[in-house]
T-cell receptor, first 112, second 114 residues
Framework: DSGVTQTPKHLITATGQRVTLRCSPR?????VYWYQQSLDQGLQFLIQ???????AKGNILERFSAQQFPDLHSELNLSSLELGDSALYFC???????????FGPGTRLLVL | AQSVSQHNHHVILSEAASLELGCNYS??????LFWYVQYPGQHLQLLLK??????LVKGIKGFEAEFIKSKFSFNLRKPSVQWSDTAEYFC????????????FGGGTRVLVKP
Protein backbone atom coordinates (compact mmCIF):
# COMPACT_ATOMS: atom_id res chain seq x y z
CA ASP A 1 0.00 0.00 0.00
CA SER A 2 1.61 3.24 -1.20
CA GLY A 3 -0.56 5.54 0.88
CA VAL A 4 -2.12 7.12 -2.20
CA THR A 5 -5.85 6.50 -2.41
CA GLN A 6 -8.10 6.76 -5.43
CA THR A 7 -11.84 6.55 -5.79
CA PRO A 8 -13.76 4.99 -7.33
CA LYS A 9 -11.96 1.76 -8.19
CA HIS A 10 -14.17 1.08 -11.17
CA LEU A 11 -16.41 3.30 -13.22
CA ILE A 12 -18.70 2.31 -16.07
CA THR A 13 -20.38 5.05 -18.02
CA ALA A 14 -21.72 5.90 -21.45
CA THR A 15 -20.30 7.98 -24.26
CA GLY A 16 -20.92 11.68 -23.90
CA GLN A 17 -21.03 11.56 -20.13
CA ARG A 18 -18.81 13.29 -17.57
CA VAL A 19 -17.01 11.67 -14.65
CA THR A 20 -14.81 12.79 -11.80
CA LEU A 21 -11.94 10.76 -10.45
CA ARG A 22 -10.57 11.53 -7.02
CA CYS A 23 -7.09 11.15 -5.56
CA SER A 24 -5.76 11.67 -2.06
CA PRO A 25 -1.96 11.88 -1.91
CA ARG A 26 0.25 10.37 0.76
CA UNK A 27 0.34 12.33 3.97
CA UNK A 28 2.82 15.17 3.56
CA UNK A 29 3.08 14.97 -0.21
CA UNK A 30 2.51 18.27 -1.97
CA UNK A 31 2.69 17.14 -5.56
CA VAL A 32 0.06 15.11 -7.41
CA TYR A 33 0.33 13.59 -10.88
CA TRP A 34 -2.22 11.96 -13.15
CA TYR A 35 -1.38 9.23 -15.66
CA GLN A 36 -3.46 7.27 -18.15
CA GLN A 37 -2.69 3.64 -18.94
CA SER A 38 -4.26 2.14 -22.03
CA LEU A 39 -3.42 -0.82 -24.21
CA ASP A 40 -2.57 1.23 -27.27
CA GLN A 41 -0.87 4.24 -25.66
CA GLY A 42 0.80 2.65 -22.65
CA LEU A 43 1.42 4.82 -19.61
CA GLN A 44 1.08 8.50 -20.42
CA PHE A 45 1.59 11.50 -18.18
CA LEU A 46 -1.44 13.79 -18.13
CA ILE A 47 -0.91 16.60 -15.66
CA GLN A 48 0.92 17.61 -12.50
CA UNK A 49 -0.01 19.84 -9.58
CA UNK A 50 2.16 21.15 -6.80
CA UNK A 51 0.60 22.68 -3.71
CA UNK A 52 -2.52 23.65 -5.61
CA UNK A 53 -0.88 25.00 -8.73
CA UNK A 54 -0.63 23.34 -12.12
CA UNK A 55 3.04 22.72 -12.88
CA ALA A 56 3.21 20.57 -16.00
CA LYS A 57 0.92 19.26 -18.70
CA GLY A 58 1.42 16.20 -20.82
CA ASN A 59 -0.85 14.50 -23.30
CA ILE A 60 -4.06 15.69 -21.72
CA LEU A 61 -7.07 16.26 -23.94
CA GLU A 62 -8.98 19.52 -23.78
CA ARG A 63 -12.03 17.52 -22.65
CA PHE A 64 -10.08 16.62 -19.52
CA SER A 65 -9.30 18.94 -16.64
CA ALA A 66 -7.94 18.62 -13.15
CA GLN A 67 -7.43 20.58 -10.00
CA GLN A 68 -5.76 20.26 -6.64
CA PHE A 69 -7.63 21.53 -3.64
CA PRO A 70 -6.31 23.28 -0.50
CA ASP A 71 -6.36 19.97 1.39
CA LEU A 72 -4.10 18.66 -1.43
CA HIS A 73 -6.50 16.07 -2.79
CA SER A 74 -6.95 16.21 -6.53
CA GLU A 75 -9.74 15.54 -8.97
CA LEU A 76 -9.54 14.64 -12.64
CA ASN A 77 -12.62 15.56 -14.64
CA LEU A 78 -13.28 13.76 -17.91
CA SER A 79 -16.11 15.08 -20.06
CA SER A 80 -17.77 14.24 -23.38
CA LEU A 81 -16.42 10.76 -22.91
CA GLU A 82 -15.54 8.63 -25.91
CA LEU A 83 -14.96 4.90 -26.22
CA GLY A 84 -11.24 5.54 -26.51
CA ASP A 85 -11.14 7.12 -23.06
CA SER A 86 -11.56 3.70 -21.53
CA ALA A 87 -8.37 3.17 -19.56
CA LEU A 88 -6.81 2.87 -16.15
CA TYR A 89 -6.19 6.28 -14.59
CA PHE A 90 -3.46 6.46 -12.01
CA CYS A 91 -2.69 9.17 -9.54
CA UNK A 92 0.76 9.50 -8.02
CA UNK A 93 2.19 11.78 -5.39
CA UNK A 94 5.57 12.96 -4.21
CA UNK A 95 6.83 15.09 -1.37
CA UNK A 96 8.29 17.72 -3.64
CA UNK A 97 9.13 18.10 -7.29
CA UNK A 98 11.90 15.79 -8.50
CA UNK A 99 11.18 13.30 -5.75
CA UNK A 100 10.07 9.71 -6.17
CA UNK A 101 6.45 9.29 -7.21
CA UNK A 102 4.26 6.76 -5.43
CA PHE A 103 1.25 5.45 -7.28
CA GLY A 104 -2.29 4.82 -6.20
CA PRO A 105 -4.34 1.72 -7.12
CA GLY A 106 -5.94 3.43 -10.09
CA THR A 107 -9.47 3.94 -11.36
CA ARG A 108 -10.54 1.67 -14.18
CA LEU A 109 -12.86 3.57 -16.50
CA LEU A 110 -15.01 1.78 -19.04
CA VAL A 111 -16.94 3.88 -21.52
CA LEU A 112 -19.70 2.00 -23.31
CA ALA B 1 11.88 15.63 -25.24
CA GLN B 2 12.61 12.53 -23.26
CA SER B 3 11.79 9.01 -24.41
CA VAL B 4 12.27 5.50 -23.07
CA SER B 5 12.63 2.26 -24.97
CA GLN B 6 12.26 -1.20 -23.51
CA HIS B 7 13.62 -3.82 -25.84
CA ASN B 8 11.49 -6.79 -24.96
CA HIS B 9 7.72 -6.75 -24.88
CA HIS B 10 7.39 -10.28 -23.50
CA VAL B 11 9.79 -12.53 -21.64
CA ILE B 12 9.09 -16.09 -20.55
CA LEU B 13 11.40 -17.78 -18.08
CA SER B 14 11.51 -20.75 -15.78
CA GLU B 15 11.94 -20.37 -12.04
CA ALA B 16 15.56 -19.91 -10.94
CA ALA B 17 16.55 -18.48 -14.32
CA SER B 18 18.28 -15.12 -14.46
CA LEU B 19 16.42 -12.09 -15.74
CA GLU B 20 17.72 -9.04 -17.53
CA LEU B 21 15.40 -6.38 -18.96
CA GLY B 22 16.80 -3.71 -21.19
CA CYS B 23 15.98 -0.03 -20.95
CA ASN B 24 17.41 2.81 -23.01
CA TYR B 25 16.45 6.42 -22.70
CA SER B 26 16.87 9.54 -24.72
CA UNK B 27 17.38 12.85 -22.96
CA UNK B 28 20.03 15.50 -23.31
CA UNK B 29 20.55 16.32 -19.65
CA UNK B 30 20.70 14.80 -16.20
CA UNK B 31 18.09 12.19 -15.46
CA UNK B 32 16.53 10.31 -12.62
CA LEU B 33 15.79 6.68 -13.51
CA PHE B 34 13.23 4.26 -12.13
CA TRP B 35 11.95 0.76 -12.48
CA TYR B 36 8.36 0.12 -11.48
CA VAL B 37 6.58 -3.22 -11.35
CA GLN B 38 2.89 -3.89 -11.86
CA TYR B 39 1.68 -7.25 -10.59
CA PRO B 40 -1.50 -8.61 -12.20
CA GLY B 41 -4.45 -6.47 -11.20
CA GLN B 42 -2.37 -4.19 -9.01
CA HIS B 43 -0.94 -0.69 -9.13
CA LEU B 44 2.58 0.39 -9.96
CA GLN B 45 5.14 -0.22 -7.25
CA LEU B 46 8.63 1.22 -7.13
CA LEU B 47 11.33 -1.43 -7.49
CA LEU B 48 14.35 0.83 -7.46
CA LYS B 49 15.60 4.25 -8.48
CA UNK B 50 18.76 6.03 -9.45
CA UNK B 51 19.33 9.71 -8.77
CA UNK B 52 23.10 9.93 -8.45
CA UNK B 53 26.10 8.15 -6.94
CA UNK B 54 26.87 4.45 -7.34
CA UNK B 55 25.52 3.42 -10.76
CA LEU B 56 24.68 -0.05 -9.47
CA VAL B 57 21.43 0.28 -7.61
CA LYS B 58 19.85 -2.38 -5.44
CA GLY B 59 16.11 -2.48 -5.03
CA ILE B 60 13.48 -4.58 -3.37
CA LYS B 61 12.89 -8.30 -3.91
CA GLY B 62 16.44 -8.99 -5.06
CA PHE B 63 16.34 -6.71 -8.10
CA GLU B 64 19.21 -4.48 -9.14
CA ALA B 65 19.86 -2.12 -12.03
CA GLU B 66 22.95 -0.60 -13.54
CA PHE B 67 23.09 2.91 -14.96
CA ILE B 68 25.53 3.16 -17.86
CA LYS B 69 25.64 6.81 -18.80
CA SER B 70 27.63 6.30 -22.00
CA LYS B 71 25.02 3.88 -23.28
CA PHE B 72 21.98 5.78 -21.96
CA SER B 73 20.92 2.50 -20.39
CA PHE B 74 19.41 1.38 -17.11
CA ASN B 75 18.99 -2.38 -17.33
CA LEU B 76 17.19 -4.35 -14.66
CA ARG B 77 18.53 -7.68 -13.40
CA LYS B 78 17.62 -10.45 -11.03
CA PRO B 79 19.89 -13.48 -10.67
CA SER B 80 17.17 -16.02 -9.89
CA VAL B 81 13.49 -15.36 -10.55
CA GLN B 82 10.50 -16.80 -8.76
CA TRP B 83 6.98 -17.48 -9.96
CA SER B 84 5.88 -14.46 -7.93
CA ASP B 85 7.98 -12.20 -10.17
CA THR B 86 5.40 -12.64 -12.91
CA ALA B 87 4.41 -9.05 -13.65
CA GLU B 88 4.85 -6.17 -16.04
CA TYR B 89 7.97 -4.09 -15.56
CA PHE B 90 8.25 -0.45 -16.55
CA CYS B 91 11.35 1.64 -16.92
CA UNK B 92 10.79 5.38 -16.40
CA UNK B 93 12.82 8.52 -16.80
CA UNK B 94 12.48 11.93 -15.30
CA UNK B 95 14.65 14.52 -16.92
CA UNK B 96 15.63 16.95 -14.21
CA UNK B 97 15.17 19.98 -16.41
CA UNK B 98 11.85 18.69 -17.68
CA UNK B 99 9.96 18.92 -14.44
CA UNK B 100 8.96 15.83 -12.56
CA UNK B 101 6.84 14.17 -15.20
CA UNK B 102 7.77 10.56 -15.67
CA UNK B 103 8.15 9.18 -19.16
CA PHE B 104 7.55 5.44 -19.21
CA GLY B 105 8.75 2.77 -21.55
CA GLY B 106 6.23 0.45 -23.14
CA GLY B 107 6.67 -2.16 -20.44
CA THR B 108 7.90 -5.76 -20.49
CA ARG B 109 5.56 -8.54 -19.50
CA VAL B 110 7.47 -11.23 -17.66
CA LEU B 111 6.00 -14.68 -17.17
CA VAL B 112 7.82 -17.02 -14.85
CA LYS B 113 6.85 -20.64 -15.27
CA PRO B 114 6.86 -22.73 -12.11
Amino acid sequence: DSGVTQTPKHLITATGQRVTLRCSPRSGDLSVYWYQQSLDQGLQFLIQYYNGEERAKGNILERFSAQQFPDLHSELNLSSLELGDSALYFCASSVRLEETQYFGPGTRLLVL
Amino acid sequence: AQSVSQHNHHVILSEAASLELGCNYSYGGTVNLFWYVQYPGQHLQLLLKYFSGDPLVKGIKGFEAEFIKSKFSFNLRKPSVQWSDTAEYFCAVNGRAAGNKLTFGGGTRVLVKP
